[in-house]
């Protein structure tokens, strides 16, 4: 039990590091400015012009493609690589201001949150290595070898479930506003607070959305031993294209990972670090 006080003191003490802080509001711009590149990414493939994956690995493929990208693909790294240990601290000591299951809940999250941002700043540092690997490749040759037998078919059916699960708790997350509780909206206008609100609704409805989609091709990959279907992002993406009405639908999908990335700059400023 002193042990565990301890860990809990020192990761409390290391939490409240200035340039910690400092570092974790440029992660969020960061963030912000993959997804609302995977946005472009999302409307290229809505109608038709794009052969870049529809994922973060692409987006970020695309940001190191531009001017000063590979500067901008370490900075973006970098915060990344802050958001985590942030998200890292919280998950061993933070929330203090829930108790019983709702912190629980906070803590799993913030470890997923961990797992996203160490994967996204690694990928950050491969795509400025000139890594030409695709994430959507590799993820469907996992696939094919779990599905080899059928233990692993349901391992990978069950990862679809979890997926899906996460979408649309991100939808029942936007549209009731929770992520509300983690801003300073004391230090908002009456505007800024509309405005963040409304981008917030629409980017986890739209974020959410799309994972569950991701989630149900992989359970459909699983049943079906169909890995060409379990390609996470990517996929869910240009599935949406191919329904009637499916390119309208991806480009609204698209305005909600924008809203998503433009959340996230606000989040910079106000979020509770």
């Not at 409304?198 to 409805?205: D, E, F, K, Q, S």
Request: proline share 1%; hydrophobic share 50%.
């Amino acid at each position: 039990m002193s042990l565990t006080r301890n860990a809990g003191a020192t990761a409390a003490q290391a939490r409240n590091s200035r340039w910690l802080e400092l570092l974790t509001r440029a992660g969020f711009i960061g963030y912000g400015i993959v997804h609302l590149l995977l946005a472009w990414l999302a409307l290229q493939i809505a109608f038709g012009r794009s052969g870049e994956e529809g994922n973060q690995n692409g987006a970020l493929r695309t940001l190191g493609e531009q001017p000063l990208g590979k500067f901008l693909l370490i900075a973006m790294a970098v915060g990344l690589f802050a958001m985590a240990i942030w998200q890292a601290f919280e998950a061993i000591s933070g929330h203090v201001s829930k108790t019983g299951k709702e912190r629980l809940f906070e803590r799993i999250a913030s470890v997923v949150r961990v797992v996203v941002f160490v994967w996204l700043g690694w990928t950050a540092i491969k795509v400025f290595q000139d890594a030409s690997s695709n994430a959507s490749d590799q993820q469907q040759q996992l696939s094919e070898k779990l599905m080899a037998s059928d233990g692993g078919r349901w391992l990978v059916g069950l990862a679809g479930l979890a997926l899906a699960g996460l979408g649309i708790g991100m939808v029942i997350y936007g549209l009731k506003k929770k992520f509300e509780r983690n801003l300073k909206t004391g230090e908002m206008s009456p505007k800024t607070r509309q405005l963040t609100r409304r981008l917030g609704m629409a980017g986890y409805a739209a974020r959410g959305a799309v994972f569950a989609v991701a989630g149900v091709l992989v359970v459909v990959a699983a049943v079906n031993y169909d890995p060409e279907k379990a390609r996470g992002l990517d996929a869910a993406l240009r599935t949406l294209r191919d329904q009637a009405y499916g390119p309208w639908l991806l480009a609204l999908m698209a305005l909600g990972i924008a809203a998503f990335g433009v959340y996230c700059f606000f989040q910079s400023r106000y979020r509770k670090v």
